[in-house]
């Protein structure tokens, strides 16, 4: 595979992933604000699914595609910005692991209460501002790795 293919890939992978990613959190964010079991529910239930479907495979190809890269390229991975955002992807990554996890209980939750016609409990609740807490570091190193990989910074820890 060229370097230009692996780029493009590597690219497009972020895109989707850093989309997906904010999307479901809009929609997610957006439902609970409404406080309704059922909207609720079909949205845990939809986020969830493009967890699997489209987050789960781009989380794998963005370190594969870029240590291919980094492979054909040569470049140390020392090289400051480089390695930064290897940093970034782990903490975001870090985020992301408790995030899915409690997409899943949030979604059984919000099914319990959907199918009793009950309020949701406070531990929803609380599962959702985690929830929502986890995905600010996540979202700015996103952030923060798009701006590493395109401006490419030189810093030294010396």
Not at 77 to 88: E, M, V
Request: aromatic share 12%; glycine share 6%.
């Amino acid at each position: 595979m060229t370097y230009l293919t692996l780029k493009s890939l590597h690219i497009l992978s972020m895109v989707l992933l850093f989309g997906v990613g904010l999307g479901s959190a809009f929609y997610k964010w957006m439902a609970d604000r409404g406080r309704d079991p059922q909207h609720i529910y079909a949205t845990n239930r939809t986020v969830v699914l493009a967890d699997w479907l489209f987050t789960t495979p781009t989380i794998l190809l963005q370190p594969a595609s870029g240590a291919a890269m980094v492979v054909l390229s040569g470049i140390p991975l020392s090289t400051s910005w480089l390695l930064g955002s290897i940093l970034l992807y782990l903490v975001a990554g870090a985020c992301w692991i408790p995030v899915v996890v409690l997409q899943i209980r949030m979604r059984e939750i919000s099914r319990h209460a959907a199918e009793r016609g009950s309020d949701l409990p406070e531990r929803y609740w609380r599962y959702a501002r985690i929830w929502f807490w986890l995905g600010v570091p996540a979202f700015l190193s996103m952030v923060m790795i798009v701006c590493l990989m395109v401006y490419k910074p030189v810093w030294s820890l010396i």
